[in-house]
């Protein structure tokens, strides 16, 4: 059986509703000229807060401080940097943890939603989404509290792991886990909310078809839902890959409010930020923005390409 | 009455509409501005003051309140920060913005980070006036302690001024001490290691560890090298130096019951250790400090604490002490009115309306015996057992064994020990283990900074 694809993405939408009016060519210059608009207010703010900066980041990574070209020489003077080969692994370990998290547990929380009444679905649906609106400091300060056994509603859980002081529970070996479970904490619910999307857009005959035919649940799950929904786990990827390599607040406020137990240059954007503001060379923490950028586009584009994730059918 | 709008009327409506609701926005947007620009302006007898922009911490509020009290014909732009306290670089990420853009800095601002003159007063930043060149006379500048303006100067030149010294001093209770059957105050870091079986036996601690104050209290306090420029741009970081290594192992065989790995101002500490401080190596500021400190007043009924004479390692080790903070004012070189900007920061730091405010020991040696006046009187320290120093003896003493060998350097040695060290004790490693941690990592870090590194 051949599954037309549901998981569009906003292009591909707009093109099948403009293909779909028929009401004369005044209706579709005048929908035209409103996608015009809306397509111009987002180039406009990608080329002030997206392009112009990404430019100059690359022009001050391929300069001198006082000017002057300097081909490869801050990139080489980055990566030689004591710091920079651990704070990728931390990055590294704490992606691992964090996209195997997305993929895994926002899948499977977002299938059994699907397949729970709609009242019911809501309400665990508004639930899930909740923490979302603790993003960033906020929920670093909500996290300190419930990583202190001392403050911790959770503390009989953290002594019986054998954490009796926050010293302990924030030793190196565990910053990834940690800062993982405040990521997926606040992400998740939201693209929680995106899956339960993607797969309401799945049409219902071919769900009962799949049923007629003899698929229990877990096989309608797996065989029909998930791969009509692939292309938004691929997006959703892409975009926590690309913002994960960028983490900075959570390892720079903990280390704050923890009088430095995490170290300033855990992560590459902090080390960024150290050499440009501590060290105050631009040039070679732009370096590592460019660097931070081109992994961010290599991982995109083998995971586009791969999943045809931009293809139309 | 018009029940049906012709498409033309319709479009003019809808045209008259949306110019109408242009002219409003731009309307509001103007009459905005000019409220904003009302708020923005000082008025014209403000515009006629000069104006100074000071940066201070909340323990530096009631000084800078005092200083605005006493010059109101000085408008003053008071801006709270965090004191660029542990490392955090807030001063550097700020000044290297200001730097680019070429204006925001202050006229003058209060650091609680005894390394920043290192930082601030050199390339890339190069923000802190020199100060024994005009803008400062010798005359106030001589009566500032010896060698306290050691971690201000550069090549001859002064940076800043020293707020407070603190110096390490022992601080002890007596009321403690004689439930706990210790008889006498420790001169010899030996003997406070001894004395830690006993504090222990009684669930009391005589100092904590694993704090970013360790090479601050311990090893600076044994003329251990961690951080001593030795020539300008060479550093010598000797963590395997005998001067270490034996104050690493002293406190290696004291129980963790009785010096524990904690942190004096976390969210727990006074609750888990207040009333229960036998002894504490720690900075001249903290004797207000241990007061006040959680559970206190429900433990111990006498929480205040005397200032003992700082330690020396045997009998015969060196009498030298070393420092935790100790705040700094600097002027901006930046400043448009040098000469007010140097002469707020004198007053700040040496007239007694401020320093009788001030929480630690003042820099400024005429200052001293009525700030020590004003402490003792406050009720936050205890009084001394029998043939003990007094507070002013005591604070005195340590001022001038600070080991001045022991320099700022550009990056927070402090901000290794948390992150780097911290961890290892944590979990159960060695202060000799930490030793080795933090040399090699400051030694990294110094070779980053352009140091040349010799062990």
């Not at chain 1, 797996?222 to 994960?244: D, H, N, Q």
């Not at chain 2, 990420?93 to 209060?110: C, E, K, M, Q």
């Not at chain 2, 303006?149 to 407070?164: E, M, S």
């Amino acid at each position: 059986m051949t599954v037309p694809p549901v998981a569009t993405v906003p292009g591909e939408r707009s093109r099948a509703r403009r293909g779909r009016r028929s009401d004369g060519a005044a209706s579709i210059g005048s929908s035209r000229r409103t996608g015009y608009l809306f397509v111009g207010l987002y180039v406009v703010l990608l080329a002030l807060f997206g392009i112009a900066p990404t430019a100059y980041a690359i022009y001050l990574a391929l300069t001198k401080v006082g000017g002057g070209f300097a081909w490869g020489a801050n990139f080489t003077r980055a990566y030689e940097d004591f710091r920079f080969l651990p704070a990728f692994e931390h990055i590294g370990e704490y992606l691992a943890i964090w996209l195997l998290a997305e993929a895994t547990f926002i899948l499977v929380l977002a299938l059994m939603l699907h397949s729970l009444a709609r009242r019911t679905s809501a309400a665990f649906r508004f639930l899930f989404y909740m923490p979302g609106a603790l993003a960033g400091a906020a929920s670093v300060l909500v996290w300190l509290f419930m990583l202190d056994p001392t403050l911790s509603p959770w503390h009989f859980l953290l002594s019986a792991l054998g954490f009796s002081q926050i010293d302990l529970v924030l030793l190196p070996s565990h910053l990834p886990l940690i800062f993982a479970i405040m990521a997926f904490w606040t992400g998740a619910g939201g693209w929680i909310v995106v899956m339960y999307g993607a797969l309401n857009n799945i049409p219902d005959e071919l769900l009962e078809a799949a049923k007629l035919d003899g698929a229990n649940a877990f096989q309608s799950a797996v065989r029909i839902k998930l791969p009509l929904i692939k292309k938004w786990v691929v997006y959703m990827l892409i975009l926590s890959f690309a913002g994960g390599t960028q983490l900075f607040v959570e390892p720079q406020l903990v280390g704050q409010a923890t009088a430095g137990l995490v170290s300033n240059t855990w992560s590459p954007n902090q080390l960024a930020y150290y050499i440009a503001f501590i060290n105050d060379n631009f040039n070679e923490a732009a370096a590592i923005s460019v660097t931070l950028l081109v992994l961010g586009l290599v991982g995109a584009t083998l995971l586009v390409w791969r999943t045809k994730l931009f293809e139309i059918n | 009455m018009r029940t049906v709008r012709s498409t033309n009327g319709s479009n003019r409506w809808v045209r008259w509409h949306r110019r109408a609701l242009a002219v409003a926005t731009c309307a509001s947007l103007a009459s905005l501005s000019f409220v904003a620009a009302g708020f923005g302006s000082t008025g014209a007898s403000a515009s006629t003051k000069p104006t100074l922009t000071i940066w201070y911490d909340t323990a530096r509020k009631p000084m800078v309140e005092a200083y605005i009290k006493a010059h109101p014909k000085v408008h003053v732009v008071a801006v709270l920060k965090d004191g660029d306290s542990n490392g955090d670089g807030t001063y550097q990420s700020a000044f290297a913005l200001y730097n680019r853009v070429g204006h925001g800095w202050p006229d003058i601002y209060f650091s609680e980070q005894n390394n920043d003159a290192a930082s601030l007063a050199q390339p890339p930043f190069n923000d802190a006036a020199v100060l024994n060149k005009g803008l400062v006379s010798s005359s106030i500048l001589n009566k500032f302690a010896h060698g306290s303006a050691g971690l201000c100067t550069i090549g001859g030149k002064v940076y800043c001024l020293r707020n407070d010294l603190a110096m390490n001093v022992l601080w002890y209770n007596p009321a403690l001490m004689a439930q706990d059957g210790i008889t006498s105050v420790p001169t010899t870091w030996q003997e406070w290691a001894a004395d830690g079986a006993l504090a222990a036996a009684k669930g009391d601690i005589i100092g904590t560890q694993g704090d970013s104050w360790d090479a601050d209290t311990y090893y600076w306090g044994n003329e251990c090298p961690l951080s001593n420029e030795t020539s300008p741009g060479t550093l010598l970081i000797n963590p395997a130096s005998t001067n270490c290594t034996e104050m690493a192992s002293l406190l290696d065989g004291v129980s963790r019951t009785a010096l524990p790995v904690a942190y004096m101002f976390s969210s727990t500490f006074g609750q888990q250790y207040g009333g229960k401080i036998v002894f504490y190596p720690g900075a001249a500021w903290m004797g207000g400090v241990f007061p006040g400190l959680g559970s206190c007043k429900t433990t111990n009924p006498d929480c205040t604490m005397a200032a003992g004479y700082p330690m020396t390692f045997g009998a015969s080790g060196p009498s030298v002490t070393g420092a935790i903070g100790g705040g700094l004012w600097f002027v901006s070189s930046h400043s448009k009115n040098l000469k007010l900007a140097a002469s707020a920061v004198v007053w700040l730091d040496t007239n007694p309306a401020s320093q009788n405010i001030s929480a630690g020991f003042p820099a400024y040696g005429p200052d001293d015996a009525s700030w020590v006046a004003t402490q003792s009187a406050s009720g936050s320290y205890a009084s001394p057992l029998a043939g003990e120093p007094t507070l002013a003896q005591a604070f005195s003493k340590a001022a001038n064994e600070i080991w001045a060998s022991w320099s700022a350097v550009p990056y927070a040695n402090d901000q290794i020990w948390a992150s780097d060290v911290v961890p290892s004790l944590a979990s159960g490693g060695t202060q000799a283990a930490g030793l080795g941690i933090f040399g090699s990592d400051a030694a990294n870090l110094a070779r980053s900074d352009g140091f040349q590194v010799h062990t």
